[in-house]
């Protein structure tokens, strides 16, 4: 490696903060001669090394640091190096290891490199001119460490073209189905690795998902249910049937929820909420809430192919009696809700006060509301100039998803767009509340799974932005 980079004096430090990106602004002038691709030593304008990194001259970002300090080549070794470092992560805190994050570009320090496991198979994102060169190198190492049945590539991402680089798609080794079945928090889920978005899966929501447990019981109260004791010999045939539980041979007495005119409540999930999950994809909050006893879901995502998989894996799962799709675009369905709605209340009110009503004029909608509003969508900022629209975006999309939820109810919101900063994301929430008339109590701040570590000072990284609120209205207090 002879080639170096020198940098300017004037640049800011961010490279000694840990962040791996050189931008060609930077950089001063360069010693030596290097292909695209090729390794080359990064000093300061004293000439200090700093890193190491591959050098892109087409790339806005010239340089990527893969090391802190000298580095030969990036060979077979080391990349087994690095991968087996990332396996040692994933088994320390990720449950079943085996459907995971497995290597998480600069926060594994392999930029421009993204692999997810699924079961026997993985999926390779190559992002980056620098680690294309090295899909030989690459494929190898993760055949050794990994011993996986098949290998599949995605790099069917726009971000290429940045590099030079053309989209690709296909198959690198062995064999892989096209879809895969895979185990998140108890729960079956089928993955598209060819046609779904991204590499098939999103693991950086699988501890956000978990995290909705309390929310989805608790609610039977609410429609005057409660335990009593009563003769096990009283209790309807139903309830032992909807449990697969036998009635107890000596009778006795036992407790169980009744309705507020006595009856025995047969149906097992009384106690669960309702649910709207939006942009569902393949619907793994659905699944989840399901899993977490919710009485009723509503499964929403403006994509057919999205729909029929998540069809598919909640009859996979056995929740098929809880679970409605609705193909639909969420901006349109929620907006179209929260106007029936308020018409409703609208006319409620009116008849109340012994008014006139024009019941010629369809309300236009059912007008629903649930316990809990999911909303989990794709990131509305791809670009830094963008995210002064995605903020109106995420404020308009909050502000008619908290008029649909019930008094006291949950609303679970989320952005992926790491050009929307937290602050940029709560405080279009917070416009929404007030906008429409809420108050929010925050229950829960939440970043990306623990596959998707973050190296402290590189904000790109640090994208994902989830929050759980309680929704009362101001009246309310």
Known sequence: MGAEVILNASRRKRLEAGHPWIFANEIERMEGEAEPGDLVAVRDHRGRLLATGYWNPHSQIAVRAVAFGPLERMDRAFFVKRFEACRRHRERFVEHPRDCRLVYGEADFLPGLIVDRFGGVLVVQILTLGMDVRRLEIVEALKEVFQPDGIYERSDVPVRKLEGLEERTGLLYGECPETVVIVENGIELEVDIVNGQKTGHFYDQRENRAAIAPLMTGWGARSGIRYEERDALDVPDDYFALRGIGRPDDGGRMRVPVNANGRVVTYPHWDGATVLECFAHTGSFTLHACRYGAKKVTCLDVSEHAIETARRNVQRNGFEDRVEFVVADAFDYLRGQAKALEERVRRALAAKEGKKIDT??????????????ILDPPAFAKTRSAAENAVRGYKDINLHAMKLVNEGGYLVTASCSYHVSPEMFLGAIADAAKDAGKLLRLIEWRTQAKDHPQILGVQEGQY?????????SRASI
């Open 360 to 373: 010629s004029v369809p309300i236009g909608g059912e007008g629903r509301t649930w316990d809990v509003v």
């Open 464 to 472: 994902l932005k989830f929050a759980i609120f309680e929704v009362r």
